[in-house]
């Protein structure tokens, strides 16, 4: 056997030794889509005061600064013009816009395996962000990211069972042309990953350059359409009660080429929200709500993802914070009231302040998302990777946090009470027999069934830890994602597909 096959033959063993690692089990006991719901921070008259506050907000304050195209179609819908340069929508109207709101759809991996179904009480972790520094793998020092960095995040999440869909996380710094940066950006995904994707568009007029390139993955002209596998993440409301033409433009382009969307409200307590929660949580939905009726102005039921994300500051210094019992309160109280409305719920958590893959890192992470998912979050953004504010990425944090999306779907699984798991007989025999339960046949069948087995977290005993040199969980999850990136380098584009969007787009 030559050496180049044996070499062939070690990189093929080791890459199904880390594919194995990176897998769920054969019976797994913590898949993704988890039932959410139990914690409920509001009450139901409380869902009910913010609820009829944001009607109000909309009925008699309404939002400025409208398009002409989207006045004219809310106009026809059923708002009204002030006279003052705002649109009012009675309580009819919204009220009409959820109940023709599409509250299941499909977002679709390349892979069709890969795809999820979002609404309802399942609940998701993904990724979202817009991360403009990079914790270096190697200097241990953030840095600005680039095009490399998002190829190379896209690959690892690949690999990682727990992120059901992903949105590029940093932005290439390196590629200033705003049309470069999108066309390269939606170039990584397709290259990098199967699963369901996201990204978002600086202008309206990228839109259909791009579905082009979606097309040519899609296997021709028109394909994409047919069967989106791209999302797009859009914010076409500002904080306070505005909209945003250039977002309301992408739109307008996202639904003529069916390009599902997650409109996103990011308002901030205290700076463009009112700083008590209940009054923020009645802004925040009154203007994710009119970006619901935007898009049923323009087309009812088409699939929209309600992202209402309440977001916090720091009110001594005004620097935003995403790790916090607030962050966590007021994103789970958004998903009790979006999926209290029936509505697909987005929400934003797991986005750790601190800047080191420290012990402020798995807290922050910890509670934050952990909280929205209680809550029953559909889609929980920004849940892998982000550190610093959501100033910054980690391939450590994303290796780290998909093991604590295992613990946490694990939570959500709750317990299982039936005659089997009951165990009479079990415990009859136990202690008529052995004295323990060690090896027996039910402790034995639920061993693999009924616990999840990190693979990162340390569980020996402290003699055993020092003797492998007393590793902590950055320099375990430093070297788990170095083996990833090591080995992972798919090619989800056929070498035509690559030639064709090569000959179309500027990739870099």
């Excluded at 009112?274 to 203007?287: D, K, V």
Aim: aromatic share 8%.
């Amino acid at each position: 056997m030559s050496g180049d096959v044996k070499k062939a033959g070690r990189r093929s063993g080791r890459q199904e030794r880390l594919a194995a690692r990176a897998a769920k089990p054969v019976i797994d006991p913590c898949p993704p889509g988890q039932i959410g719901g139990f914690y409920k921070p509001l009450s139901d008259a409380e869902l009910k005061g913010i609820f009829d506050t944001a009607l109000r907000l909309l009925s008699k304050l309404g939002i400025g600064e409208v398009p002409a195209r989207l006045m004219n179609d809310l106009l026809t819908a059923g708002a009204t013009d002030n006279g003052s340069e705002r649109v009012l929508f009675p309580r009819d109207l919204v009220e009409d816009a959820i109940a023709k709101a599409n509250k299941r759809f499909t977002l679709h991996g390349r892979d069709e395996n890969r795809s999820i179904e979002v609404g309802g009480d399942k609940v998701y972790f993904g990724t979202g962000g817009a991360a403009v520094q990079t914790l270096d793998l190697d200097t241990h020092i953030y840095r600005p990211s680039t095009l490399a960095d998002l190829h190379d995040f896209t690959r690892l999440q690949d690999t990682l069972a727990n992120v059901s869909w992903y949105t590029r996380c940093c932005v290439a710094t390196d590629v200033p042309d705003n049309f470069d940066l999108d066309t390269n950006t939606a170039y990584a995904l397709l290259k990098n990953t199967t699963k369901p994707t996201a990204t978002s568009f600086t202008l309206a007029e990228y839109v259909e350059p791009i579905v082009g390139m979606l097309d040519i993955a899609a296997g021709g002209e028109g394909e994409f359409s047919k069967r989106p596998f791209l999302k797009a993440h859009i914010s076409p409301l500002i904080s306070p009660m505005r909209y945003g033409e250039d977002a309301v433009d992408v739109v307008y382009e996202c639904i003529r080429h069916n390009i599902p969307m997650s409109c996103i409200t990011a308002a901030q307590a205290g700076a463009t929200a009112p700083a008590t929660l209940a009054g923020f949580l009645a802004q925040s939905l009154a203007e994710t709500l009119a970006s619901l009726v935007m898009v049923h102005a323009i087309k009812p039921g088409f699939p929209m993802v309600f992202s209402n994300w309440p977001l916090v500051i720091d009110l001594r210094t005004g620097a935003f914070i995403g790790g916090s019992g607030e962050t966590a309160v007021l994103n789970a109280a958004s998903a009790q009231l979006s999926n209290w409305l029936g509505l697909p719920s987005g929400v934003a958590c797991s986005m750790s302040d601190a800047k080191a893959i420290d012990a402020q890192y798995g807290m922050e992470k910890g509670i934050t998302s952990m909280a929205a998912a209680l809550a029953g979050g559909n889609l929980i953004y920004e849940s892998s990777g982000m550190t610093a504010s959501l100033l910054g990425a980690s391939f450590e944090a994303f290796v780290l946090d998909d093991e604590m999306h295992s613990h946490t779907y694990r939570a959500l699984r709750g317990v299982e009470v039936n005659e089997e798991n009951l165990g009479f007989e079990a415990i009859c025999d136990a202690v008529l027999g052995e004295g323990h339960f060690l090896g027996g046949g039910h402790t034995l069948s639920a061993m693999e069934r009924d616990y999840f087995y990190p693979s990162l977290a340390d569980r020996n005993e402290p003699r055993s830890w020092a003797q492998a040199g007393a590793p902590d969980a950055w320099t375990v999850a430093n070297q788990r994602a170095r083996e990833i990136l090591k080995v992972h380098r798919p090619q989800y584009l056929s070498d035509e597909q690559d030639r064709k969007i090569r000959n179309r787009f500027n990739i870099r």
